[in-house]
T-cell receptor, first 113, second 114 residues
């Protein structure tokens, strides 16, 4: 059973379009992180969201943490070819003690010029 | 510049070979991790070290053997691997072990088992 479900798995859009990708769970998380991984490289952290309902912006990227801290979304405005990559959400389940960071399978985004 | 360096970047080995993957972090972090990334699967945590002590081993087969000689270096020793072990192996570090810690990844070693 997948703890973090990401959708869609694949997304191919034209430059300039907007898109939203989702990260959902039935579990509550202390925090959620979003990473972007480009071919031949390791994942790079984009943002961490901690508070339910929190919204963070990183240039054209908007991240939201659900009120119940079970889900998150990433919205990209006016996508550019440089946004192409694998977007991974990851989170720490809210239980006592140290828990490992768990990852979703990712959304593979392709932005076509 | 990643701050976490992994070598080699690519490795092809037979099932009877013994090899080691190396990871070095220049960030002054206290925790280091090994992950396995396979196609169609989420990143799988293999090992966690905090202050050079192994604190977590996620039921990884004994053909994978980690070593952390100091807080800057992490190794993954490989022996008698199987074809299903072919994957991208990622090393990461974080300031400390614990929730909300951001992970800094290396670019991985692409491992192919013949």
């Amino acid at each position: 059973t997948q703890l973090l479900e990401q959708s869609p798995q694949f997304l191919s859009i034209q430059e300039g379009e907007n898109l939203t990708v989702y990260c959902n769970s039935s579990s509550v998380f202390s925090s959620l992180q979003w990473y972007r991984q480009e071919p031949g490289e390791g994942p790079v952290l984009l943002v961490t969201v901690v508070t339910g309902g929190e919204v963070k912006k990183l240039k054209r990227l908007t991240f939201q943490f659900g009120d119940a801290r079970k889900d998150s979304s990433l919205h990209i405005t006016a996508a550019q070819p440089g946004d192409t990559g694998l977007y991974l959400c990851a989170g720490f389940v809210a239980v006592s003690g140290n828990t490992p960071l768990v990852f979703g399978k990712g959304t593979r985004l392709s932005v076509i010029a | 510049e990643t701050g976490v360096t992994q070598t080699p970047r690519h490795l092809v080995m037979g099932m009877t070979n013994k090899k080691s993957l190396k990871c070095e972090q220049h960030l002054g972090h206290n925790a280091m991790y090994w992950y396995k990334q396979s196609a169609k699967k989420p990143l799988e945590l293999m090992f966690v070290y905090s202050l050079e002590e192994r604190v977590e081993n996620n039921s990884v087969p004994s053909r994978f053997s980690p070593e952390c000689p100091n807080s800057s270096h992490l190794f993954l020793h490989l022996h008698t691997l199987q074809p299903e072990d072919s994957a991208l192996y990622l090393c990461a570090s974080s300031p400390d072990r614990g929730y909300n810690q951001p992970q800094h990844f290396g670019d991985g070693t692409r491992l192919s088992i013949l």
